[in-house]
């Protein structure tokens, strides 16, 4: 089903990515901090190019962790906005998205095209993402963390533009809020997650889980 949901949640991002809105917004400021729109639509689709390169990658050789520990080992959580891991990140999607809109939205169907084709027979194999410390995790659960940026970023990008964010399949946005569930718990406790969704008048301020 991750496989499936994964696709399903890439064809969203790239049906967000096809409105009129986007490439008429470019250039402007979209509702990240030091993002632009153009900057915001390469790091989404940066979310599905990033599967295809690791699938092509040779499998690593180092640890393979599970996603609690990656997250633990994620440099970009807590870091502040002009930290060089962010910086990075900002300039990655400004690349990704430099040939503009028409061309990044090529680039992405074909890569979607060619998951469909190579996902479903694709081992549960370790993979990582070339910016990643010495660590790998298993395919799935590599899915899972971009299907969880993907739907993120896609929120992000559609109150940029002032269109509405595109839907996802049930299954994908329960995979997505348990994930960010168990990283809210790791943040704050499970009693302050407990309390935010259940006792209005203890919840804390936020239980955001970055």
């Known amino acids: 089903m991750i496989r499936q949901d994964f696709l399903a949640s890439a064809r969203a991002a790239a049906d967000l990515l096809r409105a009129p809105e986007v490439a008429a917004a470019w250039t402007a400021p979209s509702a990240l901090p030091e993002f632009t729109v153009r900057g915001l639509s390469g790091h989404l689709a940066f979310q599905v190019l990033a599967v295809r390169q690791a699938l092509a990658d040779p499998v690593p050789e180092e640890e393979t962790v599970d ?26 999607g400004e690349q990704v998205a430099a040939d503009g809109a028409g061309a990044l939205l090529e680039t992405l169907d074909a890569a979607i095209e060619d998951l469909a084709e190579t996902l479903p027979e694709a081992p549960n194999r370790p993979v990582r993402l070339r910016f990643w410390g010495p660590w790998s995790v298993a395919l799935d659960d590599l899915l899972l963390t971009r299907m969880m940026e993907v739907a993120v970023h896609n929120d992000h990008l559609a109150v940029s533009v002032g269109v509405p964010a595109p839907p996802l399949p049930g299954s994908a946005m329960e995979a997505v809020l348990g994930l960010l569930t168990r990283l809210a718990v790791r943040r704050h406790g499970a ?9 209005a008048e203890r919840a804390p301020a936020s239980i955001t889980a970055f």
């Not at 009693?191 to 006792?199: G, N, Q, Y």
Request: contains cysteine; glycine residues 6%; aromatic residues 6%.
């Open 191 to 199: 009693t302050e997650v407990m309390r935010a969704l259940t006792r």
């Open 67 to 92: 996603l609690c520990s990656h997250y633990d080992r994620a440099g970009w959580i807590d870091a502040s906005l002009d930290d060089p891991v962010n910086v990075r990140i900002r300039d990655g």
